[in-house]
C-alpha cells in the first residue's frame, strides 16, 4: 500500500512539481493550496507525512504546524523561502521532523521524504508490542496503532492525551500527584506550572467517562492526585 502524502503549498506550480516527483516514486499525493483546508485535511484524514510550506493564506505553517503536532506524530516537512535561523529553529521547536529552504531540487524532497518515512517506521515497530492492549470496562486501548473506544466507538485523542490516559491505564490503582504525572508524560520537572495536567484529565473524562462529573474511569483523589480505577 502506497504511503500517503499531502502537500500544503500555495503556489500552485511548486506543489504541483513536487506531487509529480512523489507520485514517480509511487506515494499516494494530495495538495492544498489553503492554509485552513490544509490543516482541516490534516488533521481530520491519516496522511503518512505532510509537506508544509510556511507562507500560506488564512494560517501560516507555524499555526499548521503546531496543530499537527499537538494532535498528531506524522512527520512534518516544513519548506519555505525563509532562509533565517530563528525561522528553522522556531519551526523545529514547534514539532516539524525536517525544514528545507527554497529553493532545492525535487529529488532531494523525495530522498528526505523516503528517509523520514523509513525513521517513523522503525519507531512506531520499535514503540511498543504487536497488538499491546489494555481493556477495561468497555474501554479499549490500542498502545500499537495509538487508537481509543469506548463501547466500540473510536474516541481521538491528542498525543499527550493518549500518553496520560495510557499511563494511568497501564498502572490501575496507583494514585499519582499531579507532579508525577507531569514528570512522567511530558519528561520534565513541574516548574510551578501543572494546570496542564488537569486541563488534559478533564479532555480524557469528556471522551472515555459517561458522566464526567462521576467518573468510573479516572478518581481525583483528592490532596493527593488521581487513580485510574479497575
Avoid at 161 to 169: R, S
Amino acid at each position: 500500500m502506497s504511503s500517503r502524502i499531502l502537500i500544503i503549498e500555495d503556489e500552485e506550480s511548486i506543489a504541483e512539481l513536487e506531487k509529480d516527483y512523489l507520485e514517480l516514486s509511487d506515494f499516494e499525493v494530495e495538495t492544498e493550496n489553503n492554509g485552513r483546508t490544509g490543516l482541516d485535511r490534516a488533521l481530520k484524514e491519516e496522511w503518512d507525512l505532510i509537506i508544509l510550506d510556511l507562507m500560506l493564506p488564512d494560517v501560516d505553517g507555524f499555526k499548521i504546524c503546531e496543530e499537527i503536532r499537538a494532535a498528531k506524530n506524522t512527520p512534518v516537512i516544513i519548506v519555505s523561502a525563509k532562509k533565517d535561523d530563528v525561522d528553522k529553529i522556531h519551526g523545529l521547536g514547534l514539532g516539524a521532523d525536517d525544514y528545507m529552504t527554497k529553493p532545492f531540487s525535487p529529488s532531494e524532497l523525495v530522498a528526505r521524504v523516503k528517509a523520514h518515512l523509513a525513521r517513523y517506521e522503525r519507531l512506531i515497530k520499535s514503540g511498543m508490542p504487536e497488538n499491546d492492549m489494555v481493556e477495561i470496562r468497555g474501554l479499549k486501548i490500542d498502545k500499537t496503532a495509538r487508537r481509543v473506544w469506548v463501547n466500540g466507538e473510536e474516541k481521538p485523542f491528542t498525543t499527550k492525551e493518549f500518553d496520560l490516559l495510557t499511563f494511568l491505564a497501564s498502572h490501575p490503582n496507583h494514585v499519582y500527584s499531579k507532579e508525577e504525572l507531569f514528570r512522567n508524560i511530558w519528561d520534565m520537572d513541574s516548574i510551578g506550572d501543572i494546570a496542564t495536567v488537569t486541563v488534559h484529565i478533564k479532555k480524557i473524562r469528556e471522551k472515555i467517562e459517561i458522566d464526567s462529573s462521576n467518573p468510573q474511569y479516572i478518581e481525583t483523589i483528592w490532596g493527593v492526585g488521581y487513580r485510574f480505577r479497575i
